[in-house]
């Protein structure tokens, strides 16, 4: 199976800059994909990534390390509209369904 | 349509009955998902469609659960005799299959079923 961590919590101050991590344990790793889902709302996509290194996409970036089974999205410029919880998901094999970590809930404040 | 949607948005039921959730994926996607979403969890998977045939039905938790597809369109998620951990967020997500680098899952908004 599949093991994936993300932090359950985290807070930031608007303007600023932060980043998420994701760890994941699994074979056969064949992407990882950062999702944000608002409070009562579907998850959206945000990005992807199978290569190691960092893709940018506006204020998102995404950043993967295969060897070390490791990714971080990072927010820049926050917005009071972020808060919401980012999924990291997983997928391994020749599987097309990713596995889902918890979600960290990134709450952004004046 | 433009988007995937799911019905009903939300459904209250007693314990012990059925209920029946609907998903109407993006139009020309072949394939779809079922996941659950307790609160404060993750997205649980539940079954993949690929067409009308689900070549993965690993994540079904129990033998009341069970769910149907109708050629590339609308899947319907049955719950039968429904218990009180049932209760969760049910989303539906569609995709396209062309094993790319991109076979992004487009979520519709969920089904908030609670069991009483």
């Known amino acids: 199976g599949q093991n994936i961590d993300q932090p359950t919590e985290m807070t930031a101050t608007e303007g600023a800059i932060v980043q998420i991590n994701c760890t994941y344990q699994?074979?056969?790793?064949?992407?990882l994909f950062w999702y944000q889902q608002h409070a009562g709302e579907a998850p959206t996509f945000l990005s992807y990534n199978v290569l190691d290194g960092l893709e940018e996409k506006g204020r998102f970036s995404s950043f993967l390390s295969r060897s070390k089974g490791y990714s971080y999205l990072l927010l820049k410029e926050l917005q009071m509209k972020d808060s919401a919880s980012y999924l990291c998901?997983?997928?391994?094999?020749?599987?097309?369904?990713?596995?889902f970590g918890r979600g960290t809930s990134l709450i952004v404040h004046p | 349509g433009a988007g995937v949607s799911q019905s009903p948005s939300n459904k209250v039921t007693e314990k012990g009955k059925d209920v029946e959730l609907r998903c109407d994926p993006i139009s020309g996607h072949t394939a779809l998902y079922w996941y659950r979403q307790r609160l404060g969890q993750g997205l649980e998977f539940l079954i993949y469609f690929q067409g009308n045939s689900a070549p993965d039905k690993s994540g079904l938790p129990s033998d009341r659960f069970s769910a149907e597809r109708t050629g590339e369109s609308v899947s319907t998620l049955t719950i039968q005799r429904t218990q009180q951990e049932d209760s969760a967020v049910y989303l539906c997500a569609s995709s396209f299959l062309n094993r790319g680098p991109q076979e992004t899952q487009y979520f519709g908004p969920g089904t908030r079923l609670l069991v009483l």
């Open positions: 998901a997983v997928r391994s094999g020749g599987s097309y369904i990713p596995t």
């Open positions: 699994t074979s056969g790793f064949n992407g």
